[in-house]
């Protein structure tokens, strides 16, 4: 039952699942368990079992079954999923919601758009990085500025993963960010030994990449 539920969602448009106009005209779309009886009922397939059939089928669809759904259907319209904590930093007017699994769809174009004034809002986390690295790693590096422009500098990745996952590892340093704080703290095998502003990051750098 369940697999034949999700093969005729499947057979439908996203915009006939979310009930909505035109789905060119958004930037981003955001979907989560929530809405399973929603994107059920406006395919009209509750009309389709009994009640009890229907919740019992809402009950053994995951999430996950979902979101592969869309993502098959919505990479061919240049639509990418992220995380949402990514996109919470991305997109000022999004809040993540902390009860309950959220995915995000966004276009691939807004996505690099969004991405490009990320990266220099966050550059300052590269930097206070390179610092850690070069003071307390050990590494062979001759200087600060070469570290960062080895390792750091222009690193979407790890500025996703920080934003995504709330923490970066390299060797045996971990920073972890406090979005609301919007600070950097770096630890050293388990032992807490700076924490990082913006401005603190960007004065420190300067000074010492001369």
């Not at 959220?102 to 807004?110: G, Q, S």
């Not at 969004?114 to 610092?131: D, G, N, P, Q, S």
Request: hydrophobic share 35%; with cysteine.
């Amino acid at each position: 039952m369940k697999n034949d539920i999700l093969r005729k969602i499947s057979s439908y448009t996203v915009e006939k699942m979310l009930d909505i106009d035109d789905l060119e005209t958004l930037d981003w779309i955001w979907i989560n368990r929530e809405l399973l009886q929603d994107i059920l009922m406006n395919l009209s397939l509750d009309e389709e079992y009994e009640e009890t059939e229907f919740k019992q089928i809402m009950e053994n669809i995951d999430f996950e079954d979902i979101k592969n759904i869309f993502n098959r259907l919505l990479q061919s319209k240049d639509y990418i999923c992220i995380n949402q904590f990514l996109f919470a930093s991305l997109e000022s007017g999004y809040k993540p919601t902390t009860d309950i699994e959220t995915t995000i769809f966004i276009k691939k174009e807004y996505y690099k758009k969004l991405y490009v004034k990320c990266i220099r809002t966050y550059e300052w986390i590269l930097k206070a990085m390179a610092i850690d690295t070069y003071m307390r790693l050990g590494t062979d590096y001759d200087s600060l500025k070469e570290v960062y422009e080895e390792l750091y500098a222009d690193n979407s990745r790890i500025i996703e993963e920080v934003l995504s996952e709330g923490e970066s590892r390299f060797l045996t340093g971990i920073w972890k960010f406090n979005k609301e704080q919007n600070m950097l703290y770096f630890y050293k095998l388990k032992k807490k030994y700076h924490g990082w502003s913006y401005e603190e990051a960007n004065s420190m750098y300067d000074e010492r990449s001369k």
